[in-house]
């Protein structure tokens, strides 16, 4: 779903309205389908034709005229090759590379949003009237005129030969007979590989998945990339490891080799030259490609998540045989009625899975079991839920799951699920690497989901986090957050309105949300062998932490925070070297959005005003940050103060004057404890300049117990009793990290008395 960069200049129009598409999709303009079908002069599923202008004769007043200003759109062609040539030819201003009648929509590059525009197209121009989940389940042309012809007979008298109109069952069944022509093989060499064909690694668990690879193993890595040759796939592939923020270097770039290629084309796209010089060079491969889409149906899905993996069981049984390694996810489950989803138990029945993404990698997993009858040694990779990095942030937008939990975070309501089977993206690549390196793990199937969390631990420790979630029904839960989406706007949750709104899409929510519990036996004995990490989602903490890093969102303009109080600071400054002589007054409001910004980065939002006249004849406007116990409480460099707060703060002038203040709070060994608490070492200077003035400031004793005690304010929107519990659980946690800096000093003192004590007796002894 993820397309190439936008370029600055950009000169073929169906690429500058692909552009226009994914930046639609990834929120940049906040523009919602219905808002968009109404632009482009198409009602959105579910409104009758008629509500859309220029459409038919209603909008005329009934008289069959057409309004003043716009054109009647001309018959659609009574022929069905001339009706697949239209829109063919309308399909491809929308798409990234041409197409034929023949080829997906989707697979040509073209985006949701671009679907969008696309059917509206095909009505003002062509009086052709498809719903959007008629174009996502096949979005070939030839298919789509032949379904129009064929809900409209009275259009073609005489439809020639048509392709019939299987359902995607007997699509699927005929793809996976593609096994059946694999040769037999032999099991390969069970050693470490030395050179693995990964593909998918543009994607959000490929690229954190190559970074593993190549951190814990010796192996070159090739990369399939889709793109016009090697050079272009290196571009593509950097780009998309710095888009998730992992690193770049050219001791990356000297162990990978970017291959041009493409998993949905037979032998991946490559010449018969290239196709053999791969299978005799790599040992191993592994398959995190995929189209990912909840809206796309099986036929519109199966060349990415079937076709590809079948291509690569193909190459791993030419020349030597090598392991393959495949990616596929818990939603091959979705639909079953088992009380937990055991890592060798059946999967759904594949009639009862209700969605084409579902369906395809169901399929997937199916033609690669074939494949092992074949002799070839198959991995299956399961991860569900894929959470983002707990220490860089990246995500996947496009998640469902990562969806879900950032309107969770948001509007405080979820669906009322069973469970979550999720774990962070670090942990998932991790463990997968791991086992693609290490012979014996190789030939199983593995789930990569962490300890499922229940509702109950979510609707517990939301609560105690001071978020108080409301829980639905799924379907009420979809319709209001719809609409929440729509009212705010959220552009970053634009994609998951989206899906929201189809009806195809909602069966797989309704699929998720009743879904069991994983179990991973195998996996834990895995990762407990190979000395490896357990997921960072184990206790309430930790779970807040993936909870919102799943979310993928910020606070927002006009949020109410979570819990804030107001901080009064009064002193003097001067010159540096000089005594500090002038007034120097602050009078802030710190703050946290959510319980997992202050329980996890221990930082706090700060804004406010300061007024001194030595620096300023006028107030300044201050915002910043503030860290509580910065650097776990070690002295700063020739310091043996310990710091217990760092302010880091940014002061404007009306006229757009700028200037930094830094100041800590220390705690050393001595008496005056409520005084180190308030007392703040500060320093000023303009901006890209250094320090011009320092002196100390102090919270008055007077304003202590109303700002910071009795003043702190919780989220209105919660209950009362949340809110009382939010204050208790804010004053525990902080006094409590106060605390600790403050015995820090006193500790270092206490060690340094006994160092000197067991100095003196060595010398006593000699």
């Given at each position: 779903?993820?397309?190439?960069?936008?370029?600055?200049?950009?000169?073929?129009?169906?690429?500058?309205?692909?552009?226009?598409?994914?930046?639609?999709?990834?929120?940049?303009?906040?523009?919602?389908?219905?808002?968009?079908?109404?632009?482009?002069?198409?009602?959105?599923?579910?409104?009758?034709?008629?509500?859309?202008?220029?459409?038919?004769?209603?909008?005329?007043?009934?008289?069959?005229?057409?309004?003043?200003?716009?054109?009647?759109?001309?018959?659609?062609?009574?022929?069905?090759?001339?009706?697949?040539?239209?829109?063919?030819?309308?399909?491809?201003?929308?798409?990234?590379?041409?197409?034929?009648?023949?080829?997906?929509?989707?697979?040509?590059?073209?985006?949701?949003?671009?679907?969008?525009?696309?059917?509206?197209?095909?009505?003002?121009?062509?009086?052709?009237?498809?719903?959007?989940?008629?174009?996502?389940?096949?979005?070939?042309?030839?298919?789509?005129?032949?379904?129009?012809?064929?809900?409209?007979?009275?259009?073609?008298?005489?439809?020639?030969?048509?392709?019939?109109?299987?359902?995607?069952?007997?699509?699927?069944?005929?793809?996976?007979?593609?096994?059946?022509?694999?040769?037999?093989?032999?099991?390969?060499?069970?050693?470490?590989?030395?050179?693995?064909?990964?593909?998918?690694?543009?994607?959000?668990?490929?690229?954190?998945?190559?970074?593993?690879?190549?951190?814990?193993?010796?192996?070159?890595?090739?990369?399939?990339?889709?793109?016009?040759?090697?050079?272009?796939?290196?571009?593509?592939?950097?780009?998309?490891?710095?888009?998730?923020?992992?690193?770049?270097?050219?001791?990356?770039?000297?162990?990978?080799?970017?291959?041009?290629?493409?998993?949905?084309?037979?032998?991946?796209?490559?010449?018969?030259?290239?196709?053999?010089?791969?299978?005799?060079?790599?040992?191993?491969?592994?398959?995190?490609?995929?189209?990912?889409?909840?809206?796309?149906?099986?036929?519109?899905?199966?060349?990415?998540?079937?076709?590809?993996?079948?291509?690569?069981?193909?190459?791993?049984?030419?020349?030597?045989?090598?392991?393959?390694?495949?990616?596929?996810?818990?939603?091959?489950?979705?639909?079953?009625?088992?009380?937990?989803?055991?890592?060798?138990?059946?999967?759904?029945?594949?009639?009862?899975?209700?969605?084409?993404?579902?369906?395809?990698?169901?399929?997937?997993?199916?033609?690669?079991?074939?494949?092992?009858?074949?002799?070839?040694?198959?991995?299956?990779?399961?991860p569900g839920g894929i959470g983002s990095h707990p220490e860089t942030g990246a995500h996947n937008p496009r998640d469902l799951n990562a969806g879900i939990t950032a309107a969770l975070m948001r509007f405080r309501t979820a669906p009322g699920f069973r469970y979550l089977n999720a774990a962070p993206v670090d942990w998932v690549s991790r463990v997968a690497a791991e086992i693609v390196g290490t012979p014996g793990a190789w030939g199983h199937t593995y789930h990569l989901t962490g300890a499922p969390t229940s509702l109950d631990q979510v609707v517990a420790e939301t609560t105690l986090g001071g978020m108080g979630i409301r829980v639905q029904h799924w379907e009420q839960w979809c319709d209001d957050v719809v609409r929440a989406i729509r009212e705010e706007p959220v552009p970053e949750l634009e994609s998951l309105a989206q899906v929201l709104q189809s009806p195809v899409a909602r069966r797989q929510l309704a699929a998720m949300v009743t879904a069991p519990p994983a179990s991973?036996?195998?996996?834990?004995?895995?990762?407990?062998?190979?000395?490896?990490?357990?997921?960072?989602?184990?206790?309430?903490?930790?779970?807040?932490?993936?909870?919102?890093?799943?979310?993928?969102?910020?606070?927002?303009?006009?949020?109410?925070?979570?819990?804030?109080?107001?901080?009064?600071?009064?002193?003097?400054?001067?010159?540096?070297?000089?005594?500090?002589?002038?007034?120097?007054?602050?009078?802030?409001?710190?703050?946290?959005?959510?319980?997992?910004?202050?329980?996890?980065?221990?930082?706090?939002?700060?804004?406010?005003?300061?007024?001194?006249?030595?620096?300023?004849?006028?107030?300044?406007?201050?915002?910043?940050?503030?860290?509580?116990?910065?650097?776990?409480?070690?002295?700063?460099?020739?310091?043996?103060?310990?710091?217990?707060?760092?302010?880091?703060?940014?002061?404007?002038?009306?006229?757009?004057?700028?200037?930094?203040?830094?100041?800590?709070?220390?705690?050393?060994?001595?008496?005056?404890?409520?005084?180190?608490?308030?007392?703040?070492?500060?320093?000023?200077?303009?901006?890209?300049?250094?320090?011009?003035?320092?002196?100390?400031?102090?919270?008055?004793?007077?304003?202590?117990?109303?700002?910071?005690?009795?003043?702190?304010?919780?989220?209105?929107?919660?209950?009362?009793?949340?809110?009382?519990?939010?204050?208790?659980?804010?004053?525990?946690?902080?006094?409590?990290?106060?605390?600790?800096?403050?015995?820090?000093?006193?500790?270092?003192?206490?060690?340094?008395?006994?160092?000197?004590?067991?100095?003196?007796?060595?010398?006593?002894?000699?």
């Open positions: 779903m993820t397309g190439p960069d936008e370029r600055t200049t950009v000169r073929n129009p169906a690429i500058d309205r692909r552009v226009r598409g994914e930046a639609l999709e990834r929120g940049a303009a906040g523009l919602d389908v219905a808002a968009l079908l109404a632009r482009t002069g198409a009602a959105p599923k579910g409104e009758s034709r008629h509500g859309a202008r220029s459409m038919d004769a209603e909008t005329a007043g009934g008289n069959g005229a057409t309004p003043l200003g716009e054109t009647r759109p001309a018959a659609p062609p009574r022929d069905a090759e001339a009706l697949a040539a239209a829109v063919t030819a309308v399909a491809n201003r929308f798409t990234e590379t041409p197409l034929d009648a023949d080829t997906d929509f989707f697979d040509a590059g073209g985006t949701s949003l671009a679907a969008v525009e696309f059917v509206a197209a095909l009505a003002r121009e062509l009086d052709i009237h498809l719903d959007l989940d008629t174009v996502f389940f096949d979005a070939r042309p030839r298919r789509l005129a032949q379904r129009w012809l064929a809900d409209h007979p009275e259009s073609a008298p005489r439809q020639p030969e048509a392709e019939p109109d299987t359902d995607d069952l007997a699509q699927l069944f005929a793809d996976l007979a593609g096994a059946d022509r694999l040769p037999l093989v032999a099991a390969p060499e069970r050693v470490a590989p030395r050179r693995i064909l990964l593909t998918g690694a543009t994607g959000f668990l490929g690229s954190h998945l190559l970074l593993d690879l190549l951190r814990h193993s010796q192996a070159h890595v090739v990369c399939l990339v889709r793109a016009d040759d090697d050079h272009a796939a290196a571009r593509r592939l950097e780009d998309a490891v710095r888009r998730f923020a992992l690193p770049w270097s050219r001791e990356v770039l000297r162990r990978v080799t970017p291959l041009a290629g493409d998993l949905r084309e037979p032998r991946l796209g490559l010449s018969d030259e290239r196709w053999k010089t791969l299978a005799a060079d790599v040992d191993s491969i592994v398959n995190a490609g995929a189209a990912v889409d909840f809206l796309r149906g099986y036929p519109s899905l199966r060349r990415t998540n079937v076709l590809g993996p079948l291509t690569l069981a193909e190459l791993a049984c030419t020349d030597r045989p090598k392991p393959v390694h495949h990616i596929s996810s818990l939603a091959v489950f979705n639909g079953t009625d088992a009380a937990t989803l055991g890592e060798d138990d059946p999967t759904a029945h594949v009639a009862a899975l209700p969605i084409g993404y579902d369906r395809s990698k169901w399929a997937g997993e199916a033609v690669l079991r074939r494949a092992g009858e074949h002799g070839l040694v198959v991995t299956i990779l399961r991973a036996a195998r996996t834990e004995a895995f990762v407990a062998a190979n000395g490896l990490p357990a997921p960072t989602t184990s206790g309430p903490a930790a779970r807040s932490r993936m909870l919102a890093a799943m979310a993928g969102l910020g606070p927002q303009p006009g949020d109410q925070p979570y819990l804030r109080f107001d901080e009064t600071l009064a002193g003097t400054v001067g010159p540096i070297g000089e005594s500090a002589d002038t007034p120097c007054d602050l009078r802030l409001t710190l703050s946290v959005a959510s319980s997992a910004q202050v329980f996890t980065a221990r930082t706090l939002d700060v804004s406010g005003e300061l007024t001194c006249a030595r620096v300023h004849d006028e107030p300044l406007t201050v915002e910043g940050t503030a860290t509580v116990r910065p650097h776990d409480g070690i002295p700063l460099r020739h310091e043996m103060r310990h710091p217990i707060m760092h302010y880091q703060l940014t002061l404007r002038d009306s006229s757009g004057g700028v200037w930094w203040l830094e100041g800590y709070k220390f705690a050393a060994a001595r008496r005056r404890i409520v005084r180190q608490l308030g007392t703040q070492v500060i320093e000023i200077g303009r901006a890209g300049e250094p320090a011009s003035y320092t002196g100390e400031v102090a919270v008055p004793m007077h304003t202590y117990l109303p700002d910071q005690i009795d003043g702190i304010r919780i989220d209105p929107r919660l209950p009362e009793r949340q809110q009382r519990l939010a204050k208790l659980l804010w004053l525990s946690w902080f006094g409590g990290q106060l605390g600790k800096g403050l015995l820090e000093p006193i500790l270092r003192v206490g060690v340094d008395l006994l160092d000197l004590r067991r100095a003196a007796r060595k010398e006593h002894r000699r």
